[in-house]
């Protein structure tokens, strides 16, 4: 029995040793198979310097790359920034010399209207046309400038106004607050065209921290002394005097007030077909264009009605006035009557642009025009009418002039946010009056 279970035993032996050597063969066999594949897929070894698939040179550049790329994007990006802010500086300067060359190139051609109407009035004498068709002179021709007047201001004038025309203001320190209200309605329509003239240090220090053009006259007693103290009608009196050095360096104005906002740009809407071109105070139809006034005098019997002429007059704080004779005649009329005595300059301008030539007395013999009063609008027309009806709201004015309340800063500032911001109840708070 033994010797059977020995004999069993050494075979069992055998056929394990067997069994393990061709495991080992086969272990053998699969390895180098492995290692052919190995050496024909990666040549230089798997993990060579020179590995295609694990390059630490290559990946340590690449990691520099991704790094650099994306500096360099920040950096480009940054420089992207900068070319549109400048291209978009640029654009807007190239949009403001194109509507100043677009209002050049208006006035060209409304000027060349006129002179076509001068030639045929002042040139040779010719008879008259047919019926209904003969049409007398109402732009009188302009004056030679002459810049001897003023050297510096004539140089301020150059760069400042766009087709020889600019908005002008007086102002000193006492309108302070409402000057800003003024210029800064003026920088949000867009008007470039536009200049102050300082009567004290304060105004023009003012101005020229806030890049506003500003005109400071060279020293006179008579005008300083009033410029620097005087109230709005004190002050109001002077610009006749000033006004004529820009007329005679040929320049025309649109003398304004700063208890004005502007909604528009004016010089849209001037016709520049007459000496004068004013708003009014009046606040109707009737009132502002002028309507017969009958008077009745009962006394008279038959000829008890009398009819009469009547209009509201001129308001001397807005008016645009052109370079010519009748102009600077006006205008030192005026002057004159302010420095004799103590006159209401707005009652002295209207009495010297209508009163007509009678014995003792030589009428101005000016051409005016009045303007349009729900664009040029006053005060009171505001606040007694348009604020009231639907309709009127929603016309756009281009100018508001506060001439009628002496609370004129906050009518100002509830102007600007019923037309600018939108406040439907900017207007409401205030009577139609003054209180």
Not at 1 to 26: E, F, H, P, T, Y
Not at 167 to 180: C, F, G, P, T, Y
């Amino acid at each position: 029995m033994i010797g059977r279970k020995d004999g069993a035993l050494m075979r069992n032996s055998s056929s394990n040793q067997s069994l393990l050597k061709s495991r080992i063969a086969i272990a053998i066999a699969i390895g180098i198979l492995l290692g052919c594949i190995f050496a024909f897929f990666f040549p230089h070894g798997a993990f060579s310097s020179n590995s295609p698939h694990f390059n630490h040179h290559h990946l340590t550049r690449s990691i520099s790359q991704a790094v650099s790329t994306s500096c360099e994007s920040s950096d480009h990006l940054n420089m992207l920034k900068a070319e549109f802010v400048a291209v978009s500086d640029k654009n807007a300067e190239l949009k403001r010399q194109v509507n100043v060359l677009i209002e050049k190139l208006r006035l060209a051609e409304q000027g060349k209207d006129h002179a076509e109407k001068q030639v045929l009035v002042l040139g040779e004498p010719h008879k008259a046309g047919p019926f209904g068709t003969v049409q007398g002179l109402r732009t009188n021709p302009t004056i030679v400038p002459d810049d001897s007047v003023n050297p510096r201001l004539a140089k301020i004038l150059e760069k400042v106004a766009v087709g020889k025309e600019l908005i002008v203001a007086l102002a000193n320190s006492n309108v302070k607050d409402m000057l800003e209200v003024w210029f800064k309605s003026i920088q949000k329509v867009g008007i470039p065209n536009y200049l102050v003239v300082a009567l004290d240090d304060e105004i023009a220090r003012f101005c020229e921290s806030n890049d506003i053009p500003v005109y400071k006259r060279d020293p006179d007693k008579g005008i300083d002394s009033v410029g620097k103290t005087g109230g709005n009608h004190a002050v109001s009196g002077l610009k006749f005097h000033i006004l004529r050095e820009f007329l005679q360096l040929g320049y025309s104005v649109l003398l304004s007030d700063v208890d004005i906002v502007y909604l528009q740009n004016p010089f849209h809407y001037l016709y520049r077909d007459s000496d004068v071109e004013s708003m009014s105070d009046g606040h109707n139809n009737m009132t502002i264009y002028g309507y017969n006034d009958v008077f009745d005098e009962p006394a008279m019997g038959w000829a008890r009605y009398a009819h009469t002429m009547r209009i509201w007059v001129y308001n001397s704080g807005f008016f645009y006035i052109r370079p010519t004779i009748p102009s600077i005649e006006l205008l030192d009329r005026v002057a004159n009557r302010l420095s004799r005595g103590n006159a209401w300059d707005q009652a002295v301008f209207n009495e010297e642009l209508f009163f007509p030539s009678h014995p003792g007395y030589d009428g101005l013999y000016a051409s005016r025009r009045t303007m349009d009063f729900y664009l040029f609008m006053n005060s009171k027309v505001l606040f007694k009418t348009v604020r009231k009806n639907a309709n009127l709201r929603k016309l756009k004015p281009v100018i508001v002039h506060v001439n009628y309340h002496p609370d004129k800063l906050p009518r100002m500032q509830a102007v600007v946010e019923f037309y600018f911001n939108g406040k439907q109840d900017a207007l409401s708070p205030f009577p139609d009056g003054s209180e």
